[in-house]
Every structure is written in C-alpha cells, then in structure tokens.
C-alpha cells in the first residue's frame, strides 16, 4: 500500500503535457508558398515543464529541411501551455527531392520532456510538383506542362527510366523566360541585380505549370529571377558536380574552358550555351542597361557551377579567403563565354 502511494506521488511530480494534435495535415503544398499551422503543449502536470524536439536515430536534424519548428524548445509552468509554429517552406533546396521522390511530405517529431515520456506528432501533406525542382533531363522530355504529367511520371523521368520522346534542345521553361527576356528586357537596367516580387513569381510559378495560354506574367525583374530560381533548383547544376573541380582548375585557359563544355550532357550543354548567347546579347545592349561581362559572370558563375553538397562536418567548409578564390575562378570559366566567340561550339552539337 506504501509503495502504490509512493508510485502515484512519485508519477505526480512526473512532467505531463498534453498536445492538442499529434497528427498534423497540411493542406496541398506548392513551391515557394509557405504553410504554417500550430500545436498547443499545456503543462497538465504539478512540475515545470522543458521540452526540446530532438533528432530522431540516424536523422542529421530534429525535423526535415522543409519544415521550421519555433520555438522546438522551452519551458512550460503548471498550468500553462506553449503554442508551436510549424511552417512548411519547399524552395530551391527541397523542390528537387520532391519532384523526384526521393522525398515527400512526411516527417514524425519526436517531442521530449526532460525527465519524462517522448510523444511522436507525424506531420504529412502532399506537394504539386513544379518545374521548379525539376531536372533539367526531365524538362527537356516534358512536351507539355507539368501539372499535366502524372507524378508516376515525373518521377520516371527524373529518375531516367521510362520511355521519354524526342527532347528539346532546352527545357521550354527556359525557352520561355529567355524569350521573354530578350523581346522586352534587353534594354533594362539592373536585369538580374533586382529582386522580382514574390507575388509575381508565384504567377509566373502557375504560368509555366499549366497551360501558357496568355502573354507572361510579371515584371522582367520577375522574369529574370525567375530564370535564376528555375536553374538553382536543378538537382544537379549546369556544369554537374562531379565537374566541379576540374572547372574551377580550368578557370584560367578559355581552350580547356571549351573542352569542358564540349564534354557536358548534351542538355546542360545546350542550356549552358544558349544562356551564354542570351548574355552575350545583354552585353552588345550595356549602354542601356549598364550591365558589364564581370558582374554578369560573377552572378551565373556561381549558379551554371553551384558548390557541392557538402557534409556537415566543419572541416570540410571552405574558409572565406578560399570561398571567394573559387567564385572568381566560376567567374573566370563563364566570363570566357561572354567575350568570346562560341558559334564554334554550337555547330559542333548540332
């Protein structure tokens, strides 16, 4: 009779919550639009409270990249409770996974109380695949937009397998912006330097995924970060990671600079190329825009040769000094492209 005496007092003084929903459901998801819903933990208990969401075994973080958990920890007192933002986000960085399956919108939290039980809050939703996020591989094989093509199918071609019909030469999203980028931005000051509207990229978002019935929407600065966001988004970038090294070591000698390009993947050698004319354009136009072959290096250097995922080890991240030596080199490589003639290059893939 002591001992269960002692259990209850000894479970009274336990942490105890209780959480208003353990099953979170987002509603569909869409590229560059963000969700949030929220969680109640209310201490139920006669101690304080501190709670922290934690990693679960193996995973390198207490949630996926998608999603942001503010607070994921604190302290909660008898009788109070604690309100949890859960945002889901896919950007740049996630779109691709998504779009491949390699990732979907599932996660299971792992809330800890300090000196008492785990309690496990699944989050699930389901994601509209985007062009965004889409390999440039795929896009070139899409013969109409995406949101028409079954996610079977998209999964198929991001992952190379099924039977894709003759390609473009580029990706018609690309074709697309870059048209509409050179019949009504040649002459615009700061293209690329100024931020489009998040509102506006959206539309421009649902233009190329449905049907692009009507003229673009947008301004060009829109347009043309919408351009940079689509080629950011790729799995791999232009010049594929396994070419990183060789490209920055190349920087300096426009010959082996050339080489390198002739090597690509046929697709990311047509996106590489026709970009370059596209810039080459922009740069025959600069006493309008005031756009110089430097600046627009520096900013596609480091997009056509984006850095390799790294791991999360400290030592493997390059120091600042280093860091910006490699952007130099990756705006060295393209700038090659940019003053030169490359009509050479074109006939030699066609």
Known sequence: DVMKKLDKLENEFLPQVMVDNTEVIFDTLRFLE?????L???NTGQVPVQFEFIKKLDDPNYCKEWLNIEPYTGFIMPGEKCDIRLEVYVDKKSACKMNSGQDKLYDILVLHLDGGKDIFITVTGSYERSCFGSSIEALVHMNVPVREIPAGKIIELENCKGDAGPPYMVPKEVWYLVDHLYRHALKTQHLFENPGLHNELIQIRNWLDTSPNESLPGSVHSVAEALLLLLES???????????????????NYLQCKQIVMQLPDHSKNVFLY??????????????NQLDGKTLATLFGGIFIREPPRSRNPSSA????????ADRKKANFVYHFLVNDTSELVMGCS
């Open 34 to 38: 963000p969700q949030t819903k929220e």
């Open 275 to 288: 970009l370059c004319f596209f810039l080459q354009e922009l740069l025959s136009h600069s006493s309008d």
């Open 234 to 252: 790729t799995a791999e970038p232009i010049i594929p990671y396994n070419l990183h090294n060789v490209c920055l070591g190349a920087s300096s």
């Open 318 to 325: 390059r120091t600042k000094s280093n860091q910006q030596e």
């Open 40 to 42: 109640i933990i209310a």
